[in-house]
């Protein structure tokens, strides 16, 4: 049950569940689904945004998503590589071209829905013209990043000569190819998804998908509670012969803190990421813990370009778009500046209780590829200031407690005061923590920092239109790990309503040294590693994003959990043996 991802009413009980702990008449014959019912917080209070694999990206949707679809490949979970054959994956084998730039993938026999019908290649190009239909504008499809509209990388086409059979043809012999080809393309069922791709977005099964196959289908969805999936007595996957809960509840909870009551309470059995000021009363419980390497890490990321007039980065022709300059954040060195007033090293001991690692870069401190003799941006506010000086926006009335105003600055007429709104999703406490201390460090240089927790769906909107000014968020490391940051910092995932560079960021050097840490020749990682090294120098130098820490990494089952077993970043691996045990 792995899927390859881009990362609230307290005093609820078990009752409240009782009625979606049903299964299908089909199973009541069976040893299927009799295990109980697995119920998990989705802290911040949260709505899924979409259950349709195509377009869900929040990790609430992925949650859900992933208990429910299938992958095209899957990773071995203890190796943490692609292999063939995997549980819950469509593909069986494949071949690579001696150029590398061909891969003909082939389909395991006997796949249905659960209706019934074929899984086929069908399902897989459907997939894929939804993609190429989001790259155009059409719909907010996550994976258009592997569409290049250059032409240079990325993917070029996918055929499908047969039921069972997948080509895709690359630009280029790319390191980064399986992971890239498997977030993009998603089986759904095509034969009940709509055939205008435009209408994608409003299309009635995004949020109560009646076909699919993996351990779980579709239960309920109740906007502003929970999403409950329930046992499919017909997975075909199934790791022990037959899918054990009898369903999976992922309930809508207000904050962080109300998350980790309901699991000690035990009003919920599984904890993906306790709130760092609690999770030594999580370790001190009788909870099943497991602690990794932190893959999960938050950043303050700036629009870069004019948030009046929303452009990509190219248009359906390749070509670069004028995209303007964000009046405040446009000036590399007032990124900076802000970056040297931000005392990070507070923040991990504030906000997350001494439980994260400092970020330097865009690469996580767990991975292969970090630089470990990059060191981090040092806190000094008075080179912040001096900075702010030389960028032009000045201290005109000797008061720090008062906005600077331009005078000369690079895209702001004089007179424009140093001012802009900042946007976290709220109900995280850790976020909230950090954007306070955020508007109040940037306060004492003379920036003004409207600080707002917003609803994260919101946000989204948001971010997808490219019409904020800064948010604080985070990012969860793929699975299996790689650094490749083609995803988010090159001008081919600018797209305005659907693509992970929201901010806008276009150095060329980038981008061309991004390509080529994924066409390095055998793709072995201490000859990759030292491109990533110097592209986080890169990074730290033009601060699209403030990065800020890696939180540790830490997942819990009540103790009445048969079963849980997890890897770093694969939770639910296993989640179709899981089981509640009786007392």
């Known amino acids: 049950m792995n899927r390859i991802t881009k990362l609230l009413a307290f005093g609820v009980g078990l009752s409240l569940f009782a009625a979606l702990a049903v299964v299908p008449a089909s199973a009541q014959d069976t040893p299927c689904c009799q295990g109980g019912t697995i119920i998990e917080g989705n802290f911040g209070g949260q709505d899924v945004a979409s259950l349709n694999p195509i377009l869900g990206s929040d990790t609430a949707s992925t949650r859900v998503i992933g208990l429910m679809f299938p992958a ?63 790259a155009q504008g059409l719909n907010s499809a996550v994976a258009t990043f ?6 240079q990388t990325g993917i070029l086409d996918v055929q499908a000569p047969d039921d069972k059979t997948v080509v895709v043809t690359l630009a280029t012999a790319d390191c980064t190819a399986l992971k890239n080809i498997a977030g ?78 309901q699991f000690l309470a035990g009003e919920t059995n599984v904890i993906d990421g306790p709130p760092v000021g609690r999770r030594a009363d999580v370790r001190a419980s009788s909870a099943q813990v497991f602690n990794y390497p932190g893959n999960s890490w938050d950043y303050l990321s700036f629009n870069l370009a004019d948030p009046n007039n929303p452009q990509s980065a190219y248009d359906a022709n390749g070509n670069p778009i004028d995209q303007g300059h964000h009046p405040f954040f446009g000036d590399v060195r007032v990124r900076q500046a802000l970056a040297h007033a931000i005392d990070v090293d507070s923040v991990i001991q504030a906000a997350l209780f001494g439980e994260g ?45 008062t906005p600077r105003v331009a005078k000369g600055a690079l895209y702001a007429p004089d007179g424009t005061k140093a001012e802009f709104t900042l946007y976290t999703n709220d109900g995280n406490t850790r976020r909230t923590a950090i954007g306070t201390l955020t508007q109040d460090e940037l306060g004492q240089i003379g920036v003004k920092v409207d600080f707002q927790t917003i609803d994260f769906n919101t946000i989204l909107k948001l971010q997808n239109a490219q019409t904020f000014d800064a948010i604080i968020l985070g990012w969860r490391q793929g699975f299996p790990d790689d650094p490749d940051p083609t995803q988010l910092f090159t001008p081919q995932a600018d797209v305005v309503g659907s693509g992970n560079n929201f901010t806008s960021y276009n150095n060329p050097e980038m981008t061309a040294l991004a390509h080529q840490a994924v066409t390095v020749s055998g793709c072995a990682p201490e000859d990759r590693a030292p491109i990533y090294q110097k592209m986080q120098e890169i990074f730290q130098q033009d601060l699209p994003y403030v990065p800020l820490e890696a939180q540790n990494g830490m997942y819990a089952a009540a103790a009445n959990v048969n079963g849980f077993d997890p890897y770093p970043s694969q939770l639910l691996w296993n989640v179709d043996t899981w089981d509640l045990k009786t007392p």
């Open 72 to 134: 095209f490949l899957n990773p071995d979970p203890p190796k943490g590589v692609f292999a063939p054959n995997q549980p819950g994956a469509i593909v069986s084998t494949w071949d690579v071209s001696e150029d590398g730039k061909t891969y003909t993938f082939h389909l395991r026999d006997g796949l249905t829905w659960n209706d019934g019908t074929p899984i086929t290649s069908a399902d897989v190009i459907y997939a894929w013209k939804a993609v190429q239909a989001g």
């Open 146 to 151: 592997v569409i290049d509209p250059t032409g």
């Open 184 to 261: 993009a393309l998603t089986p759904v069922p095509s034969h009940v998804m709509p055939t205008d791709l435009s209408t994608l977005d409003d299309w009635e099964g995004n949020l109560a998908p009646k076909v699919s196959w993996g351990p779980f289908n579709f239960g309920e969805f109740r906007p502003g509670e929970q999403v409950s999936v329930v046992g499919n007595p017909n997975y075909s996957d199934a790791l022990q012969g037959t899918v054990k809960p009898t369903s999976y509840v992922y309930k809508n909870v207000p904050d962080q803190n109300v998350l980790t009551e």
């Open 357 to 401: 690692t400092r970020m330097t870069s865009f690469v996580i401190p767990a991975s292969w590829a970090y630089d470990t003799n990059l060191p981090p941006i040092s806190y000094d506010q008075q080179v912040a200031s001096q900075m702010l000086t030389d960028a032009g926006w000045i201290d005109d009335d000797n008061d720090p407690s």
